[in-house]
């Protein structure tokens, strides 16, 4: 049975909202009166949805949204906002508050609010039940030569990563690294044949012979695969270029040096954040594994 807790210092507005609430069909309704008592009964209740008025004197809605988003950011909260505190609503929806309702309307809209961000908490719960029941997966993109669309799509993968856990916040960001310089190595380097001189390319230089090169004849059709193999224990990354390739085994092992050689910094920032990298014999596919944090 859903649990939704209604935090008011006052005891009539507590008690009005209550008596809304008790109208929806199965769903328990508890009750604080502070922002303290209501992070406590969360503590031994664990709601699924708090309902809060916003001008309260301990501690006030706006206080008691952060709170919660601190210490239970699984659990929505709805605001009751009463004439003049349009503001501060606003604010606490940007510190992820999930709804409002106006005092003034409590009877013909909290019962409706309440039961739609019910519904999409338990949404989130079957979502993740069936996410524990994954096991592995594979994807395929195939990409134009674009580098517009590398960020979106690292975007989507470090959200994948992020479901299921393979590593933490700064590990999502040293694979998102990775991906991005193979990606643009892939479309860059593979199929538009771009040479780096030994100085460089400033950005603006590096995407204006990008799109001169995509109209080009000789590339315009080539594309980038990049097929991704996820299970709970790693991920692989493989990325594959239509070029003429190169010799792997004739690129030096980078090291420290390459941080200031133009040329290898790319390889050096994908070696050292992903756990094993290797080349096809043809040079024109990277394969890059992360496995899950110890």
């Known amino acids: 049975m859903p649990t939704v807790l209604v935090v008011d210092d006052s005891a009539v507005d507590r008690k009005i909202a209550g008596s809304q609430l008790e109208k929806l069909q199965d769903v328990r309704v508890l009750a604080a009166g502070s922002g ?15 309902v809060t008025d916003l001008q309260m004197g301990e501690m006030d809605g706006l206080q008691l949204v952060t709170e919660i988003r601190k210490k239970h950011p699984h659990i929505p909260v709805i605001l009751m906002t009463a ?13 992820g508050a999930a709804s409002y309702v106006p005092k003034r309307n409590l009877a013909q809209d909290l019962c409706d609010t309440v039961e739609n961000v019910l519904n999409i908490a338990q949404v989130r719960k079957q979502r993740q039940r069936l996410l524990d029941c994954w096991v592995q ?39 998102a690294v990775a ?16 040479k780096t001189p030994p100085g460089g390319f400033d ?6 012979l990008v799109a001169e090169r995509r109209q080009m004849e000789a590339y315009r059709d080539r594309r980038i695969t990049v097929i991704v193999e996820e299970s709970r224990s790693e991920a692989a990354y493989v990325i594959q270029d239509e070029g003429p390739g190169f010799d792997p085994h004739a690129v ?15 390889l050096l920032l994908i070696r050292t954040f992903m756990d094993e990298v290797f080349h096809n014999e043809s040079g024109n596919q990277i394969t890059m594994i992360k496995r899950r944090d110890v």
């Open 36 to 50: 303290n008592e209501a992070l406590e009964l969360i503590q031994r209740h664990a709601p699924d949805v708090v």
């Open 83 to 95: 004439h003049g505190s349009e503001e501060i609503a606003v604010a606490a929806l940007q510190r």
């Open 137 to 175: 997966s594979e994807t395929q993109y195939l990409l134009e030569n674009d580098l517009t669309l590398i960020p979106p799509l690292i975007a989507h993968l470090q959200e994948k990563l992020g479901q299921i856990g393979l590593c933490d916040e700064t590990g999502m960001i040293r694979v």
């Open 179 to 194: 991906l991005h310089e193979a990606m643009v190595n892939a479309i860059v380097h593979g199929n538009l044949e771009i």
């Open 203 to 208: 950005e603006k230089t590096l995407r204006q």
């Open 252 to 266: 030096p092992e980078p090291s420290a040096d390459s941080l200031d050689r133009t040329a290898g910094r790319g």
